[in-house]
């Protein structure tokens, strides 16, 4: 009986040792939303980091041009970005392409008439820091740093989760 205790425990404990800490995986609504860096598709030198925008309503939005659901959400994170940037919003779209598809970027951007800021990240830091298990992935964080909205997949046309969420958010 002793050994199997002590087989029974030594295994426990080893189990144990494997469990993730609880800080892994996507920040959830009501958590500080982490922080990242990266490139300004204006200006390339420039460095651009989450804690820039401290203070404001962001919508971080992960996405890539060759992801077909985040060139569908696209138009519609555009008229939101304009329908409330006056109240305080901003969207911050977060290209994880690589560096030979940045004229892809470019003209997907024209194409959709995209005016909100476009941060290149092609080594993919915002994915190390947001965690998320495909794309698009958008967080909206409120001006203190919390995340008050996730979603994986697009936000889609007149979505009352993600409206409601924007609406409570910017009051």
Not at 17 to 30: K, R, Y
Not at 32 to 59: C, H, K, M, N, W
Not at 71 to 86: G, H, K
């Amino acid at each position: 009986m002793t050994k199997v205790f002590r087989a029974t425990f030594a295994l426990l404990l080893w189990v144990s040792a494997c469990v993730p800490p609880d800080d892994l995986g996507p920040p959830q609504v009501g958590e500080e939303a982490p922080d990242f860096q990266a490139v300004a598709l204006e200006d390339q030198e420039r460095v651009v980091s989450l804690a820039d925008y401290s203070g404001q309503t962001i919508l971080v939005n992960l996405w890539a041009t060759w992801c077909a659901p985040c060139r569908q959400e696209t138009p519609y994170l555009q008229s939101v970005y304009e329908e409330n940037r006056d109240r305080g919003l901003m969207v911050v779209g977060v290209s994880v392409d690589s560096p030979s598809a940045y004229d892809l970027v470019e003209g997907f951007l024209e194409e959709m008439g995209v005016t909100y800021d476009i941060l290149l990240d092609p080594e993919m830091v915002s994915t190390d820091a947001f965690a998320p298990i495909g794309y698009p992935a958008s967080y909206l964080i409120d001006g203190d740093g919390i995340v008050r909205f996730t979603r994986l997949g697009p936000i889609l046309e007149d979505d009352p989760v993600f409206l409601a969420a924007l609406e409570e958010t910017l009051n």
